[in-house]
């Protein structure tokens, strides 16, 4: 269906706790050799995990991951960390995924109307976990503190967001969720918008309690 006999990231979604880690190393590596993907990567790995891969992939003389794709934003920062020194210090290309967090970051929702039909909070099966994840007391305030805020720097909440993803050196680029066409253009607007050093620093101010947690995935 892609009308290709390769592609050119091939990831693992998650750990495997059933399956060795060097079998799923060789089987990425099998991948790469029979040229059926260019590089290799993970999803939602903790920092040792990757840490641990990259020593086996060197030992065993393997492919080794070339990016990873952890979930990252304004509401969620714990994988600065570790994570993101381990990326930077291996070489790592980081394309995170929920930038917006599942649409609550563009303003979209309201917290006294609850979550809007048809989004990801509402899905019939990934709904309970977006709601779990960000439809929480703090999430919510937080995202009235900064709707001013996009406000005053004439930017869109979704286009602020993704500019303070992009912010990060570690970052190679986000992957951005959009069901419209114009969803989409109003989050690659923040390519050339950016941010200036003060708004930068407020929003890290902000939300830095959001780099601690207990769950980094």
Not at 158 to 173: C, R
Request: charged share 25%; with cysteine; aromatic share 8%.
């Amino acid at each position: 269906r892609l009308g290709t006999d390769y592609v050119d990231l091939y990831q693992l979604h998650h750990p495997d706790p059933s399956t060795p880690m060097d079998e799923s190393l060789r089987a990425l590596d099998d991948i790469v050799r029979a040229g059926k993907a260019r590089y290799v990567g993970c999803s939602n790995y903790f920092a040792y995990q990757i840490a641990r891969a990259l020593g086996r992939s060197e030992h065993l003389g393997l492919a080794r991951f070339d990016c990873v794709q952890p979930r990252y934003n304004l509401l969620f920062r714990q994988v600065e960390r570790e994570l993101f020194p381990l990326c930077a210090e291996e070489g790592l290309g980081v394309i995170p995924y929920n930038p917006i967090a599942g649409g609550l970051l563009s303003g979209k929702h309201r917290r006294e109307a609850g979550p809007m039909a048809g989004t990801r909070f509402t899905h019939p099966t990934a709904g309970a976990r977006y709601r779990d994840r960000y439809w929480r007391e703090r999430e919510l305030e937080t995202v009235e503190a900064l709707r001013p805020l996009a406000t005053e720097a004439g930017m869109s909440m979704t286009q602020m967001a993704v500019a303070w993803v992009l912010e990060n050196p570690v970052v190679t680029a986000p992957i951005v969720g959009a069901s419209r066409p114009e969803q989409l253009d109003d989050a690659l607007a923040a390519v050339d918008k950016g941010l200036d050093e003060s708004l930068k620093a407020h929003l890290d101010e902000l939300t830095r309690e959001y780099r601690w947690g207990d769950d980094i995935r």
